[in-house]
């Protein structure tokens, strides 16, 4: 699943990024913004009707996103802890 496509408030966890071309420069700022495997993401908020910019909780640093951006992102849904 990309991070794009995540249901919004629902916990992920980051698989890779990856690039779009060869030495992509957005998936490597991603990268250096802590998208990285294993790190816990959700998708907070949204622009109106599903429009950009997307905002993405990635531990406790959120960032506004394009919808492109995070169509670079990789995740797997947190599965639920017993309660």
Same mark, same amino acid.
């Given at each position: 699943? $990309? %991070?794009? #496509?995540?249901?919004?408030?629902?916990?992920?966890?980051?698989? $890779?990024? #990856?690039?779009? @071309?060869?030495? #992509? &420069?957005? *998936? @490597?700022? %991603? !990268?250096? %913004?802590?998208?990285? *495997?294993?790190? &816990?993401? !959700? %998708?907070?908020?949204?622009? &109106?009707?599903?429009? #950009? &910019?997307?905002?993405? @909780?990635?531990?406790?640093? $959120?960032?506004?996103? $394009? !919808?492109?951006? *995070?169509? !670079?992102?990789?995740?797997?849904?947190?599965? @639920?802890?017993?309660?």
């Amino acid at each position: 699943m $990309r %991070l794009s #496509d995540l249901p919004k408030g629902a916990a992920a966890v980051v698989d $890779r990024v #990856d690039d779009a @071309q060869a030495n #992509d &420069p957005i *998936a @490597q700022r %991603l !990268r250096d %913004l802590g998208f990285v *495997a294993g790190e &816990p993401v !959700r %998708l907070v908020a949204q622009g &109106p009707l599903g429009a #950009d &910019p997307l905002l993405i @909780q990635i531990g406790s640093t $959120r960032f506004a996103l $394009r !919808r492109s951006e *995070a169509a !670079r992102v990789a995740v797997r849904l947190k599965e @639920q802890e017993a309660a």
